[in-house]
């Protein structure tokens, strides 16, 4: 966007708070939608959740038409629509709500270099595996499969990508401890991860990979049962109701 | 002992052992990791470059891409990540995907797009390295790539026209740049003190930045304003591509004239007294730097 368009779009969006009606635009789930739209998709309801912003999920069949810049998903909020992850978090970020805030410059350049390698290595394998033959999949896999050891080092044992402890406490293992939130990072690995994990394709072979790594399972897991069970009201939109039919995260 | 091995690279200019991004990066991490390169510059008498440059020949292996390159040196034991733990191994490839994404784009348009600096100098350059005729359409393939490469990553929906990707890439390649400021700060290299794959990866994107001489000049006037990217590109050229000094006054003398680092016709001076222990090619990019 343009550098006017985008100071006048903050201006516009810091005007007003979150409204109760917010939607989120996609395909239609089952028949419809690509796995990278998918991905894309559960990355940014996953951001939305994380900073308890109230969203409903729409399927549509011209969902990318509807779209300002061609891309799914979008967000119809008040009324303005801004459509992919990054403007949505600038978005987001212009209303008061960021889950990035507590991080230093250091962090935030990581977060900003792992979210472009997630871009680059798994929406790049998404995109191939939905359009391309397996000529060149042994180089796909083995991108992804360094992708996945990279994500899965720099995880470890901690819950999130990055742990800054925030405000508050919550109660956890029947103690209270200081909370620690989630970032954008781990919303865009989440919808890709599990998109990979539950979307059954004409082979196994690139959810296996990312299966090797048992923590970025228990990761996905801890994120689908914080931010998604119990938001299952709408079953034919809600990303996890596909969930109780597969066998997933196995 | 390993096979002797070729690389074969497009040379060097103002100061540099070579101003192009792939093959500055390879040279680096082969001074880093001690690989025993011998340094082929492509010039005017030589074969006519087929596909990509920079390559690697080891007898009868032929390896093209940085990527790659780096791998097979890795596996001949020339490692220069050998000190770093998982998560910096992570972290790396994470800031390749950075730089890649974010300000590849925005040197490729420097280079390549930009109508005055692809005229007036890196035409010139290039053109007077390949033999004719293809001379001739070898640089305008280039740059055409260059745009392609341009357009396809970075062109989509809802930027339509040139100017507004232009706008985008290079407002992409200056966060880049802070985002890399911010993560070097004081440090020499970027994990500590010795150098790794992602120091050879950002001074061979950087440098050619810094110090080619274009009249266009908003991304290098940019770089300028990070002193501490400035002082780790000059570092790396003061102490591994020429004969390194252990005293730090030596270090600012060796730093030239910007006037005579223009020119490729002056080759640094070399001091003789001093000698880098490993350091026995330093001298043969430079003596190419001659007509």
Redesign the interface.
């Known amino acids: ?3 006017a368009a985008e100071a006048f779009m903050t201006q516009l969006a810091a005007a007003e708070p979150w409204p109760e009606n917010a939607a989120l635009y996609q395909q239609l789930k089952d028949e419809q939608i690509l796995l990278s739209d998918n991905a894309s998709s559960l990355a940014v309801q996953a951001f939305l959740q994380m900073c308890n912003l109230p969203v409903r999920v729409v399927c549509r069949a011209n969902a990318e038409y509807m779209s ?4 799914v998903p979008f967000i119809h909020v008040g009324n303005q629509v801004v459509s992919e992850l990054g403007p949505i978090v600038q978005f987001v970020k212009a209303k008061g709500h960021s889950l990035s805030d507590g991080l230093d ?2 962090q ?3 977060m ?3 979210m ?2 997630v ?3 798994l929406l790049t394998a998404e995109l191939y595996l939905q359009w391309c033959d397996d000529v060149t999949v042994e180089e796909v896999l083995e991108d992804v499969d ?2 996945c ?3 899965s ?2 995880l ?1 044992t901690q819950p999130y990508f990055f742990n800054k402890q925030c405000k508050g406490l919550t109660f956890q293992y029947r103690r209270l401890v200081p909370k620690i939130r989630p970032t954008e990072l781990d919303a865009l690995v989440f919808g890709h991860l599990f998109t990979i994990l539950t979307t059954q394709l004409t082979s196994d072979e690139l959810s296996e990979k990312v299966k090797n790594y048992s923590n970025l399972i228990a990761f996905c897991r801890r994120i689908e049962q914080q931010y998604f069970e119990g938001h299952d009201k709408d079953s034919s939109s809600s990303a996890t109701s596909r969930s109780a039919k597969r066998s997933l995260l196995r | 002992m390993a096979a002797p091995m070729e690389l074969s690279c497009w040379g060097g200019g103002w100061g540099l052992p070579s101003v192009h991004p792939e093959s500055l990066t390879v040279m680096a991490y082969a001074k880093f990791s001690g690989a025993p390169l011998t340094v082929n510059a492509i010039n005017n008498c030589w074969r006519a470059p087929k596909g990509e440059v920079p390559i690697l020949i080891s007898e009868d292996t032929v390896i093209s891409q940085p990527a790659k390159i780096l791998n097979f040196l890795r596996k001949q034991k020339y490692n220069a990540d050998y000190e770093l733990s998982a998560k910096q191994g992570a972290d790396t490839l994470a800031y390749i995907a950075l730089l890649e994404e974010k300000l590849l784009p925005a040197l490729l348009h420097t280079f390549w797009v930009e109508a005055e600096n692809y005229c007036s100098v890196t035409k010139p350059w290039f053109a007077s390295r390949i033999p004719f005729p293809l001379s001739l359409y070898l640089p305008g393939k280039m740059s055409r790539e260059a745009l392609n490469r341009i357009l396809l990553t970075r062109g989509g929906p809802p930027l339509y026209s040139l100017t507004e990707v232009e706008a985008q890439i290079y407002r992409d390649a200056k966060e880049c740049l802070n985002l890399l400021s911010k993560r070097l700060g004081t440090s020499q290299f970027f994990f500590g003190n010795r150098p790794s794959t992602l120091d050879a990866f950002v001074f061979g994107f950087l440098a050619p930045l810094y110090k080619v001489c274009f009249p266009r000049v908003q991304l290098q006037e940019h770089l300028k304003q990070l002193p501490n990217l400035c002082r780790f590109c000059d570092d790396i050229l003061s102490c591994y591509f020429r004969l390194a000094v252990s005293d730090p006054a030596l270090i600012i003398s060796l730093q030239m004239d910007d006037n005579l680092r223009k020119s490729p016709q002056h080759p640094p001076r070399k001091l003789t007294t001093l000698k880098l222990a490993a350091g026995g090619e330093e001298s043969s990019p430079l003596n190419r730097l001659s007509p």
């Open positions: 966007m343009a550098l300002p810049s061609g891309k410059e250091v935030k350049a990581e900003k270099a792992y472009e390698l871009n680059n290595m360094q992708c050891q990279a994500l080092q720099r470890g």
